[in-house]
């Protein structure tokens, strides 16, 4: 029988319950990878969140694990039976002897600001045994926890108020929940981000040794900062939570045994944070030519610009609309069209505002559409008007489209585009106004976005189709899993 | 060494926004190049126009005069105490409505202007029905309240209703094992004690819908169910001559009906706004997790009506059946019972109160500063109960003066009305330790105190009024009061010790 490989491909906050570029990047792997098992271990939100995504029959399981909403962390609710006896189990003796001694060395490594990835790695490891027979809930919220916490956060630098000390103990009581998950016995684990998600891989390796690949989309860390940087948290709850998830990052990367990013902007960051420069492997995104085509483009009336986001702060699309009103003066006929799903309600009544205030309501218009195809053949150009970006899919559908780009020099957008779109200074409108015009109006505007277009899906075919991410996904798979069969016959054979 | 960005003023991106939105210093310099990017000054922007190799060295330059900027002021939602008092009182809402159609109508929607037999007949199946109930809807609110606090209101729907069939059936059970003894016993001759039943089941439901709607703290819609109720008393009794226990019997059910149907409409508007769909949920975990308020529910009723069961079941020769009404000793207890609700109002709003101030405080306190914080919020406890104390004492004081003044019933029976309202003022001070209790997640401890207290009530309250007169019950119930209040107050002050620690666990 021939052996197929088994993966468990884990997420956080994406597949299959959210919308997004890592929902589909995930999404395109487990349909095309058609002779990996996969099985999937999905972090959410809540447990009301409800699959997006309809599994192909190579996913053998799918387990979605909610990180808030539950009265028990850490349990099976529906087996209470079992949670029951877990729970007669965890006793003092157990607390002070079993659990006391890894949740102690976890915590320091948490709180250190240059924690050591192997001890973090042992001491989760540690928790994750202790978690097989005893209770997580009555664990993590015993008063010998809480007096532990306390301890080491009073020997760490950060100065935490009590209030502090509540709110991110909460956190790890909820963070660490997938410590007493079972997982499936893998070949690898292919985490799709280097927080929580990547635990599953570090745990695997050490408990099956298992392969363990890290992609990364965006950068974790830098998501992480973006989004400290408008939190109501105190200063001391945003430091600690930065040391936490860099703790968790750096045994990430040290243990994963390749790390694939999107391109060199990523993977700058990723050095930067402690990955090793050789296993790390650039794979971008790409998508499927037969969906994304350059199409015969309706009769128009209006000049178009279109861009396909979802609606949030960082996606810029303030940004479009400053541009627009400028494009407004000089094309008066010109209309933007803004499709995605709105993800920052009050982000989305700031940018109606902005377009009542510019006047703009005749010109930029808010909608989803389920035909994106069609979107992109209808539209004379694409605008990305992002703040930050890994490796837009829009960008790349836009390009396999043969629809002309116009973007926002951020992430690695540049080295996407390779000098076949117009890239600009990202939160610029004023020079985002101009690239736009440069293909929207004037003598030579037509022939430059033919050409645009043309050089886009001649590079897109090249280097940005299905086949070839899956491919080398397949490849990488392969080598990890190799790796591991050597390893493990290497330590047979003393 | 450091150098001042060349354009320093032109960073307006690091700096605090103008929106309302919070704002926080960067961390460190890997934060500031984030912030920086996302303002648009890449690599290439920092080394064209500000002079730096790139984003990172313009980072570093940043960091030292960006990180000594405040966080921004983020405002938390304020709420007042007054509002927390008047959605404490308004439980008691549908009770005052009551009150006044009995003195408009000299009937109301249970109860009335009737004879001793029919007045023990529906005083014992209002009595059984507040028991019986009492314990379903404590524990279908605590997990539905669970639900809704996460936003899972489609879980929480579920849940609800869910409890409803599970009430009704204990409720019938209950009914049917009471009336066994009844009528085995002649406590009520017929068809007093099938009218007792009526009122028994069709109260029992009117709890478990009003229950809903308290838990939703939509009691104003009690409220109007009772008024829609009281309005069809009295239209099937003064204009279709329906006999009275008909119509009561029928204005509950309408009550009830509409009480149901509101808390349907809410309860799918919440669904609706949470979104999301309901969760595998297990009756094990429900039960495991339900049981302490289930008992707190049950005892706590039994608590409050065991004297009254013990007075009206006095041996009487002159009376007609075992359970005979009490007409003046009603009466003195609901003079009590007015004192009790103005009290009980307070407790929700202190219960506020002491949390919101202990967030404040536990800011206010650094890790090794805890032995102070506790000592703090001891002294906060004991100011509260001192509070509570001095109110009961206030209210108590005025109503038995008024009363005894105006009433001459009242006057009669001071002795009565003085213990029913001392063991009123205690039953507020040991309904506060639960609601802090409650809100520490530590139900136990609550079931724990109220069983014993209701041991007392009974076992007091019936040696009096049978050694004595009737009137003597209400011992009972202010001894089991105030065992009630010592025992809540010794585990209060037990976890207020570790107060940081019990509320960091009673977390959701």
């Known amino acids: ?494 | 060494m450091t150098r001042s960005p060349k354009r320093a003023t032109t960073l307006s991106c690091l700096l605090p926004p103008a929106d309302s939105l919070p704002w926080a210093p960067p961390l460190d310099s890997c934060d500031v190049v984030v912030r920086l990017e996302t303002a648009g000054i890449t690599d290439t922007v920092a080394q064209r126009e500000y002079g730096y190799h790139d984003a990172w060295g313009l980072a570093e330059a940043c960091f030292s005069w960006l990180r000594t900027f405040p966080a921004s002021d983020v405002r938390g939602c304020r709420q007042s105490s007054l509002v927390e008092y008047w959605k404490g009182l308004s439980f008691a809402l549908p009770l005052c409505l009551c009150c006044l159609a009995m003195v408009i109508f000299r009937f109301s929607l249970w109860g009335g202007d009737v004879s001793p037999q029919l007045a023990a007949a529906v005083g014992f199946g209002t009595v059984s029905s507040f028991v019986t109930t009492g314990g379903v809807v404590q524990a279908m609110a605590r997990r539905g309240l669970f639900f809704f606090t996460v936003h899972d209101g489609a879980t929480g729907e579920i849940v609800c209703w869910r409890w409803v069939p599970l009430g009704a059936a204990w409720l019938a059970i209950c009914g049917l094992v009471l009336l066994a003894p009844c009528r085995y016993y002649h406590w009520l001759p017929a068809p007093f004690d099938w009218i007792a039943l009526a009122f028994h089941l069709s109260l029992g439901l009117l709890w478990l819908a009003t229950g809903i709607l308290h838990m939703l703290e939509r009691s104003l819609w009690s409220a109007v169910a009772t008024v829609a109720g009281i309005c069809s008393v009295v239209l099937f009794h003064r204009t279709l001559h329906v006999p009275l226990v008909g119509a009561q019997i029928t204005g509950i059910a309408v009550a009830t009906a509409f009480a149901f149907a509101a808390s349907f409409v809410f309860l799918r508007a919440r669904r609706r706004a949470d979104g999301g769909r309901p969760r595998a949920l297990s009756s094990a975990l429900d039960l495991y997790l339900a049981w302490p308020y289930f008992l707190f529910g049950a005892l706590y009723f039994l608590l409050i009506f065991a004297d009254r069961l013990l007075a009206w079941t006095v041996p009487d020769i002159a009376a007609a059946s075992p359970v005979q009404f009490r007409g003046d000793y009603e009466t003195v207890l609901d003079v009590a019972l007015i004192a009790f609700v103005l009290q009980v109002g307070g407790v929700r709003a202190a219960t506020f109160t002491f949390f919101r101030n202990m967030v404040r405080s536990q800011k206010q306190h650094g890790i090794s500063a805890r032995a102070e914080f506790l000592r703090d919020m001891k002294r906060a406890y004991a100011k509260n109960a001192t509070s509570f104390i001095l109110l009961g004492a206030a209210v108590s004081t005025c109503l038995y003066l008024t009363a005894s003044r105006f009433s001459t019933v009242v006057h009669d029976r001071g002795g009565t009305l003085l213990g029913a309202l001392l063991g009123g003022s205690l039953m507020v001070i040991g309904l506060w330790n639960t609601s802090l209790l409650f809100r520490l997640a530590l139900p136990v401890d609550v079931a724990a105190a109220i069983a014993p207290a209701v041991a007392v009530d009974l076992l007091i309250g019936y040696l009096l009024s049978r050694l004595g007169s009737y009137h003597y019950a209400v011992a009972g119930f202010g001894t089991g009061a105030g065992c009630f209040a010592a025992l809540t107050t010794r585990n209060v002050l037990r976890r207020l010790k570790a107060l940081d620690y019990y509320y960091l666990s009673s977390s959701v």
Not at chain 1, 309 to 325: E, H, M, N, T, Y
């Open chain 1, 1 to 494: 029988m021939v052996h197929r490989t088994s993966v468990l491909l884990t997420t956080e906050g994406t597949y299959p319950c959210y919308s997004g570029g890592v929902s589909v990047w995930c999404d395109y792997l487990v349909r095309c990878l058609r002779n990996i098992d996969y099985h999937i271990f999905a972090i959410t939100h809540a447990p009301s969140q409800q699959p997006r995504f309809a599994c192909p029959p190579n996913v053998t399981s799918c387990v979605l694990h909610p990180m808030w909403g539950t009265e028990e962390p850490g349990t099976d609710e529906t087996n209470f039976s079992e949670v029951h006896e877990r729970k007669i189990r965890t006793d003092r003796t157990a607390l002070l002897r079993r659990f006391l001694p890894h949740f102690s060395s976890t915590l320091r490594q948490l709180f250190s600001s240059d924690p050591d990835p192997e001890s973090l790695a042992g001491g989760l490891f540690g928790l994750h045994q202790y978690f097989r027979e005893y209770d997580y809930a009555n664990s993590m919220r015993s008063r010998a926890a809480w007096e532990a916490f306390l301890e080491t956060a009073a020997a760490s630098d950060i100065s935490l108020n009590l209030e502090d000390a509540t709110h991110s103990m909460r956190w790890i009581q909820r963070y660490l929940s997938l410590l007493a998950v079972r997982f499936p016995r893998v070949d690898l684990v292919h985490s799709s981000m280097a927080g929580l998600a990547g635990i599953p891989g570090v745990l695997c390796k050490l408990e099956q040794g298992s392969g363990y690949l890290l992609t990364e989309h965006g950068i974790h860390m830098r998501e992480l900062y973006l989004h400290l940087s408008r939190s109501p948290y105190s200063s001391a709850c945003r430091r600690f939570l930065a040391r936490f998830h860099r703790a968790i990052t750096s045994m990430n990367y040290h243990h994963a045994d390749v790390v694939t990013c999107l391109g060199e902007f990523n993977r700058q960051w990723q050095i930067h944070f402690g990955a090793d420069t050789n296993r790390i492997h650039a794979v971008p995104n790409g998508v499927d030519p037969a969906s994304f085509r350059p199409r015969p483009s309706p009769p128009r009336s209006r000049p178009t610009v279109l861009t396909m986001a979802r609606i949030f702060r960082l996606k810029g699309i303030d940004v479009l609309i400053r541009a627009a009103a400028e494009v407004r003066d000089r094309v008066p006929e010109v209309q933007f069209l803004v499709f995605g799903e709105i993800v920052d309600q009050a982000y989305f009544s700031q940018c109606l505002a902005l377009v009542e205030e510019l006047r703009l309501g005749d010109h930029v218009s808010f909608g989803v559409t389920s035909d994106s195809t069609s979107a992109y053949a209808e539209a004379d150009v694409y605008c990305l008007p992002s703040r930050s970006e890994g490796l837009p899919y829009a960008v790349i559908e836009a390009m396999m489209s043969g629809c002309p780009v116009v973007a926002a020099d951020v992430g690695n957008v540049a080295d996407l585009l390779g000098g076949t779109g117009l890239t600009v200074t990202p939160n610029d409108s004023p020079e985002m106004a101009t690239a736009l015009l440069r293909l929207l109006s004037g003598p030579g505007a037509e022939d430059l976005r033919r050409s645009l277009a043309h050089q886009a899906l001649e590079r897109a075919r090249r280097h940005f189709t299905i086949h070839q991410f899956t491919q080398r996904f397949e490849e990488i798979y392969d080598e990890v899993a190799q790796a591991r069969h050597d390893a493990v016959l290497s330590l047979a054979t003393g």
